[in-house]
């Protein structure tokens, strides 16, 4: 049960043909096109406004992009649909910068039930100290509350969800027993139980989240689903959005992961078989390590500003590497969670280890993917591409927490260069595409891509293209998708796309030593929207499978 989701094709009784004209189109079949032809839900043309005039008739739909960019749509490489809707509708706790802050959130909360909230960041903060359990007993008058971390790798919780989930004993509860920060096992099972919610309630913050990604021009997500933080019904209800039904709106295509651990080819089988929905692999967010904010990342060497800690290894070598054994040999995707460079050595001795059990040839032939891989040296990065295996990334990582003064420099000191090396990835041939990893970031394309060219390391910044490409056709082959035509707009790809109003249109690169800025026609290269204007292009439609996800209605016929 490892095909890719099928997607539902329009009848033919609603097959239709639209012109969409007078505007820039981003394709490697034309630098020059103005004019798409779709066909149904696929691209039958591109090409120039005089081609446009002379092919153009009355049975056709005809759009005047006026100037816009229709471009391939965007695929979230790393996304939790339910996590992503609970952020978008509980605490918005981004902006607060104190504890005292936070307690006030809390306490202006008018939720009935557990008092939900995401985003805080006390790296941020003049004065990092957490509020304590009391402290947040009071603010939220003895109601549940959960609070996840930016990261979401721990969480604030109150004693009331202390006792409620029964986190007493538990590795990661405070030293009180009483709540305020939970990290590891006691911080999954606070999550699980405030998760605690209705098939209904669950399918409504999917959506949410589904229609934030359509109109911020992604035409598919990665559903990194996995038993810590969801169960089985989850992954059900996110793998049928992509149903064919009346009832189903249109919505990006997800892209299904399930993230448990396989003991032996048979188990990896029950796994499979029990999901009772296809997966496209057991790999995404099965962690081998936490995070750097959380300071549950394993590291080599000691946080700088804790010393004594190292992190937190989830998996042992010989964990990791049954579970590549096992999902090599039934030829699907396999894949882990890991950050910190300790975690990544695990990984990599997996690798080796696997590779000497099955082949080489059978692990580097199931395409597996690390994801996020924010730690990692040369010598690590060959490992890398030695396997084939591909780099799962979230560039607004860097562009959040990189560079001087932010919490890369306060957990890691000097070892902050080492993080997120976009550049050395390619140069290295690894595979690589990007993603968001909301709720954790939000769902911002173009600011992903803009954080790929300005990188807080310049070593390790790429070019709009590549980071375009890496948000684009890179996230359909790293899921091995069934049509390998998806994520270009060429005659006979799938006519998913968006449509962007912008200021203008560049060719751009990130070394410094070069021209960064070109509107040269003669280089035909498709040329993408200026990203140093302060501000993201604004997404006017989406259009998956010739399907529209998302219009803001300023597009005329």
Same mark, same amino acid.
């Given at each position: 049960?490892?095909?890719?989701?099928?997607?539902?094709?329009?009848?033919?009784?609603?097959?239709?043909?639209?012109?969409?004209?007078?505007?820039?189109?981003?394709?490697?079949?034309?630098?020059?096109?103005?004019?798409?032809?779709?066909?149904?839900?696929?691209?039958?043309?591109?090409?120039?406004?005089?081609?446009?005039?002379?092919?153009?008739?009355?049975?056709?739909?005809?759009?005047?992009?006026?100037?816009?960019?229709?471009?391939?749509?965007?695929?979230?490489?790393?996304?939790?649909?339910?996590?992503?809707?609970?952020?978008? *509708?509980?605490?918005?706790?981004?902006?607060?910068?104190?504890?005292?802050?936070?307690?006030?959130?809390?306490?202006?909360?008018?939720?009935?039930?557990?008092?939900?909230?995401?985003?805080?960041?006390?790296?941020?903060?003049?004065?990092?100290?957490?509020?304590?359990?009391?402290?947040?007993?009071?603010?939220?008058?003895?109601?549940?509350?959960?609070?996840?971390?930016?990261?979401?790798?721990?969480?604030?919780?109150?004693?009331?969800?202390?006792?409620?989930?029964?986190? %007493?004993?538990?590795?990661?509860?405070?030293? *009180?027993? #009483?709540?305020?920060?939970?990290?590891?096992?006691?911080?999954?099972?606070?999550?699980?139980?405030?998760?605690?919610?209705?098939?209904?309630?669950?399918?409504?913050?999917?959506?949410?989240?589904?229609?934030?990604?359509?109109?911020?021009?992604?035409?598919?997500?990665? %559903?990194?689903?996995?038993?810590?933080?969801?169960?089985?019904?989850?992954? #059900?209800?996110?793998?049928?959005?992509?149903?064919?039904?009346?009832?189903?709106?249109?919505?990006?295509?997800?892209?299904?992961?399930?993230?448990?651990?396989?003991?032996?080819?048979?188990?990896?089988?029950?796994?499979?078989?029990?999901?009772?929905?296809?997966?496209?692999?057991?790999?995404?967010?099965?962690?081998?390590?936490?995070?750097?904010?959380?300071?549950?990342?394993?590291?080599?060497?000691?946080?700088?500003?804790?010393?004594?800690? @190292?992190?937190?290894?989830?998996?042992?070598?010989? #964990?990791?590497?049954?579970?590549?054994?096992?999902?090599?040999?039934?030829?699907?995707?396999?894949?882990?969670?890991?950050?910190?460079?300790?975690?990544?050595?695990?990984?990599?001795?997996?690798?080796?280890?696997?590779?000497?059990?099955?082949?080489?040839?059978?692990?580097?032939?199931?395409?597996?993917?690390?994801?996020?891989?924010?730690?990692?040296?040369?010598?690590?990065?060959?490992?890398?591409?030695?396997?084939?295996?591909?780099?799962?990334?979230?560039?607004?990582?860097?562009?959040?927490?990189?560079? %001087?003064?932010?919490?890369?420099?306060?957990?890691?000191?000097?070892?902050?260069?080492?993080?997120?090396?976009?550049?050395?990835?390619?140069?290295?041939?690894?595979?690589?595409?990007?993603?968001?990893?909301?709720?954790?970031?939000?769902? @911002?394309?173009?600011?992903?891509?803009?954080?790929?060219?300005?990188?807080?390391?310049?070593?390790? #910044?790429?070019?709009?293209?590549?980071?375009?490409?890496?948000?684009?056709?890179?996230?359909?082959?790293?899921?091995?998708?069934?049509?390998?035509?998806?994520?270009?707009?060429?005659?006979?790809?799938?006519?998913?796309?968006?449509?962007?109003?912008?200021?203008?249109?560049?060719?751009?690169?990130?070394?410094?030593?070069?021209?960064?800025?070109?509107?040269?026609?003669?280089?035909?290269?498709?040329?993408?929207?200026?990203?140093?204007?302060?501000? *993201?292009?604004?997404?006017?439609?989406?259009?998956? *499978?010739?399907?529209?996800?998302?219009?803001?209605?300023?597009?005329?016929?």
């Amino acid at each position: 049960m490892t095909d890719s989701p099928a997607a539902p094709a329009p009848s033919p009784a609603t097959r239709k043909v639209t012109l969409y004209r007078n505007g820039s189109v981003y394709t490697a079949a034309d630098p020059f096109a103005t004019a798409m032809l779709v066909d149904g839900d696929t691209v039958a043309w591109v090409g120039s406004e005089q081609a446009a005039t002379s092919i153009a008739d009355a049975s056709m739909d005809v759009v005047d992009l006026g100037g816009a960019l229709l471009a391939p749509g965007f695929v979230d490489s790393h996304i939790h649909l339910t996590e992503t809707g609970i952020a978008l *509708d509980s605490l918005q706790l981004g902006g607060v910068s104190s504890a005292q802050e936070l307690l006030d959130a809390v306490a202006r909360s008018t939720a009935d039930g557990t008092v939900l909230g995401h985003g805080w960041d006390e790296s941020k903060w003049s004065n990092p100290a957490l509020p304590s359990a009391a402290e947040l007993e009071r603010a939220a008058g003895g109601r549940k509350v959960y609070l996840s971390r930016v990261d979401v790798h721990s969480a604030l919780v109150s004693p009331a969800l202390v006792a409620a989930a029964g986190l %007493e004993g538990l590795d990661g509860l405070s030293q *009180d027993g #009483q709540g305020s920060q939970v990290k590891r096992a006691a911080h999954t099972a606070a999550r699980l139980a405030a998760r605690r919610l209705p098939a209904a309630a669950r399918r409504g913050y999917q959506q949410q989240a589904l229609s934030a990604a359509a109109a911020s021009g992604y035409v598919a997500v990665a %559903e990194m689903a996995a038993p810590h933080i969801g169960n089985t019904e989850d992954l #059900q209800l996110a793998v049928a959005w992509n149903s064919p039904s009346l009832d189903v709106p249109a919505v990006p295509e997800v892209l299904p992961y399930w993230g448990e651990l396989a003991t032996s080819e048979d188990h990896a089988r029950t796994i499979l078989d029990g999901l009772g929905v296809s997966v496209l692999g057991l790999a995404g967010d099965l962690n081998i390590d936490g995070s750097i904010g959380s300071r549950t990342a394993a590291l080599r060497a000691d946080y700088s500003d804790a010393p004594g800690e @190292r992190g937190s290894l989830y998996l042992s070598v010989d #964990q990791a590497a049954a579970h590549l054994a096992a999902c090599s040999l039934l030829g699907i995707q396999a894949g882990f969670h890991v950050i910190g460079d300790a975690g990544l050595d695990a990984a990599l001795d997996a690798l080796d280890r696997a590779a000497a059990e099955v082949g080489e040839q059978r692990v580097r032939a199931a395409g597996h993917r690390f994801e996020h891989v924010e730690l990692a040296d040369a010598d690590a990065i060959a490992r890398l591409a030695k396997y084939s295996v591909t780099v799962s990334a979230q560039p607004a990582f860097d562009s959040a927490w990189g560079g %001087e003064g932010k919490l890369y420099g306060q957990r890691l000191g000097s070892r902050q260069l080492g993080m997120n090396p976009f550049g050395s990835f390619y140069a290295a041939g690894v595979p690589i595409c990007f993603g968001s990893d909301s709720p954790v970031t939000p769902l @911002r394309p173009w600011s992903s891509v803009r954080a790929c060219l300005e990188h807080s390391n310049p070593a390790e #910044q790429i070019s709009a293209r590549a980071a375009f490409l890496g948000h684009t056709r890179a996230g359909w082959r790293a899921a091995r998708y069934r049509n390998p035509m998806a994520g270009q707009l060429v005659p006979g790809a799938p006519a998913s796309f968006a449509v962007w109003d912008t200021e203008e249109l560049m060719v751009q690169v990130a070394d410094g030593r070069l021209q960064s800025w070109s509107t040269d026609p003669r280089a035909r290269t498709p040329l993408l929207p200026a990203l140093d204007t302060g501000s *993201d292009p604004e997404c006017l439609l989406t259009v998956r *499978d010739g399907r529209e996800l998302f219009s803001s209605g300023a597009l005329g016929a």
